[in-house]
């Protein structure tokens, strides 16, 4: 199989490439020219420099491409400019899959996110029928994350043969921006967590997550959603395994989510008037408001998504953070 991989210099990207190659396909990855090549050292990809916004670059990608696999997103929250998510996720998004059908892509995997499906009240699991507007997500990228998975469905309709894969919350090695969660570990690990609100996540090991792309590429419906998720936990849960992994005791203090709405507020001001990035994004702490709760049994039964126990996917996320410098050693 010849597959083009958007997104492979990212977490969940590297991951589908790896198990791409493992698989004995022949892999191209679409970067940019600025791209930070890291997570595909020594691995067998030719590399081609594009952009999602540029539709030609995306037609000299594509060619010969027997699949496609979209794992590229712009994946950030507190941004300034929203209007640059919704460019790259969701108008990159249309020109990438109509791309796609002009050079005749046999199947296209388009990696959207739990983030935009629907949650239930009271913290019982979603699936992937769960009601949801775009009006009721919280934030740019969620929004972003459902239009673009919108799109995705609207050219399977049309006749483009796509299957869209739900990542709940990965994790374990080459998380290196990091990602939300990511930045979770390493504030954990560098000792400035001191307190935790009442949360929730769906982990999943982000290698199980990388095969659920394959499974989806191979098995999956065409039209259809399928959430990559596992085990549904608490962040006092999540934080309690980390301190089981580490030594390094977990925080006791409870807050109300009241508590870091403020903090996060003074964050967002400071960043306008120093021009940078918020440190603690007020869309982060509005999300953690409600257990992000997901039910992934449509692919475990149609895809066989693998389970794999989350620790060990903790514990190599923490020696990838340790390794990098990200984290102290002790």
Same mark, same amino acid.
């Given at each position: 199989?010849?597959?083009? #991989?958007?997104?492979?210099?990212?977490?969940?990207?590297?991951?589908?490439?790896?198990?791409?190659?493992?698989?004995?396909?022949?892999?191209?990855?679409?970067?940019?020219?600025?791209?930070?090549?890291?997570?595909?050292?020594?691995?067998?990809?030719?590399?081609?420099?594009?952009?999602?916004?540029?539709?030609?670059? =995306?037609?000299?990608?594509?060619?010969?491409?027997?699949?496609?696999?979209?794992?590229?997103?712009?994946?950030?929250?507190?941004?300034?400019?929203?209007?640059?998510?919704?460019?790259?996720?969701?108008?990159?998004?249309?020109?990438?899959?109509?791309?796609?059908?002009?050079?005749?892509?046999?199947?296209?995997?388009?990696?959207?996110?739990?983030?935009?499906?629907?949650?239930?009240?009271?913290?019982?699991?979603?699936?992937?029928?769960?009601?949801?507007?775009?009006?009721?997500? #919280?934030?740019?990228?969620?929004?972003?994350?459902?239009?673009?998975?919108?799109?995705?469905?609207?050219?399977?309709?049309?006749?483009?043969?796509?299957?869209?894969?739900?990542?709940?919350?990965?994790?374990?090695?080459?998380?290196?921006?990091?990602?939300?969660?990511?930045?979770?570990?390493?504030?954990?690990?560098?000792?400035?967590?001191?307190?935790?609100?009442?949360?929730?996540?769906?982990?999943?090991?982000?290698?199980?997550?990388?095969?659920?792309?394959?499974?989806?590429?191979?098995?999956?419906?065409?039209?259809?959603?399928?959430?990559?998720?596992?085990?549904?936990?608490?962040?006092?849960?999540?934080?309690?395994?980390?301190?089981?992994?580490?030594?390094?005791?977990?925080?006791?203090?409870?807050?109300?989510?009241?508590?870091?709405?403020?903090?996060?507020?003074?964050?967002?001001?400071?960043?306008?008037?120093?021009?940078?990035?918020?440190?603690?994004?007020?869309?982060?702490?509005?999300?953690?408001?409600?257990?992000?709760?997901?039910?992934?049994?449509?692919?475990?039964?149609?895809?066989? =998504?693998?389970?794999?126990?989350?620790?060990?996917?903790?514990?190599?996320?923490?020696?990838?953070?340790?390794?990098?410098?990200?984290?102290?050693?002790?």
């Amino acid at each position: 199989m010849k597959a083009l #991989v958007t997104g492979g210099t990212g977490f969940v990207g590297a991951h589908v490439v790896r198990a791409l190659l493992a698989d004995g396909a022949s892999v191209r990855c679409l970067v940019r020219g600025h791209s930070d090549l890291a997570n595909l050292d020594g691995l067998e990809v030719d590399l081609v420099v594009g952009d999602l916004r540029d539709r030609e670059s =995306l037609e000299v990608a594509l060619a010969g491409s027997e699949a496609l696999f979209h794992c590229a997103a712009d994946y950030r929250l507190g941004v300034r400019d929203p209007a640059e998510l919704y460019r790259s996720n969701v108008e990159g998004t249309r020109n990438l899959l109509e791309a796609a059908r002009a050079c005749g892509v046999r199947r296209v995997v388009h990696t959207s996110s739990v983030g935009a499906l629907g949650l239930l009240a009271g913290g019982e699991p979603a699936d992937e029928e769960t009601p949801v507007r775009a009006a009721d997500l #919280v934030g740019p990228y969620k929004r972003s994350k459902h239009l673009s998975e919108e799109v995705a469905l609207e050219m399977a309709r049309s006749g483009l043969d796509v299957v869209v894969v739900n990542p709940s919350t990965p994790v374990g090695e080459l998380d290196r921006k990091p990602t939300p969660t990511g930045q979770m570990i390493v504030d954990f690990l560098c000792g400035r967590m001191p307190a935790y609100v009442h949360t929730g996540l769906n982990l999943i090991d982000v290698r199980d997550v990388a095969a659920g792309h394959l499974l989806a590429y191979r098995d999956g419906r065409r039209g259809e959603r399928y959430i990559l998720g596992h085990q549904n936990l608490t962040l006092r849960e999540i934080l309690a395994l980390l301190a089981e992994i580490t030594g390094r005791p977990a925080p006791r203090l409870r807050l109300p989510h009241a508590a870091p709405l403020v903090a996060a507020a003074a964050s967002e001001l400071w960043a306008r008037l120093s021009g940078g990035e918020p440190r603690l994004p007020l869309e982060s702490v509005r999300m953690s408001r409600k257990l992000m709760w997901f039910d992934a049994s449509k692919a475990v039964r149609e895809l066989g =998504l693998p389970q794999s126990p989350i620790r060990p996917a903790l514990e190599r996320a923490v020696e990838f953070f340790r390794a990098t410098g990200q984290a102290p050693v002790r």
